[in-house]
């Protein structure tokens, strides 16, 4: 605990676990970047819950427990379950036939 790997002439990449909790700590300038065709962000000490998949091109679904949530997609977004919202003054909804579903505008 407490050592760190550090990258980059400046050291300002490093990776490091405190004790309690682990790190990627990008302290440099620019952006910190994850790339991949496809990038998954497992969950749990043996990586077996999703908890994020970010597709190449593509859609992006947000998980909990292990199900999915929230999901990109070209023609918009899909939600499971229940939305709550802080501001309720919504302008227009309305049951879509063709979607079978409820959209608000």
């Known amino acids: 605990d407490n ?3 550090r990258f ?5 990449l490093s990776i490091y676990h405190d004790g309690s ?5 990008d302290s440099g300038t620019g ?3 994850l ?8 969950m749990g000490t043996d990586a077996a819950e999703t908890g994020a998949v970010f597709n190449d091109n593509g859609a992006v679904t947000l ?6 949530k929230l999901a990109t997609s070209a023609d918009g977004v899909t939600v499971t379950g229940t939305l709550s919202a802080t501001r309720k003054n919504v302008i227009k909804t309305w049951f879509s ?5 409820w959209c608000i505008y």
């Open 21 to 25: 909790n682990s790190y990627i700590n």
């Open 97 to 101: 036939r063709r979607a079978g579903t």
């Open 63 to 68: 998980y909990h427990n292990n199900a999915a």
């Open 8 to 12: 980059g002439a400046s050291q300002d």
């Open 35 to 42: 790339a991949g065709t496809n990038v998954k962000i497992m």
């Open 31 to 33: 952006d910190l970047i």
């Open 3 to 5: 050592a760190k790997l």
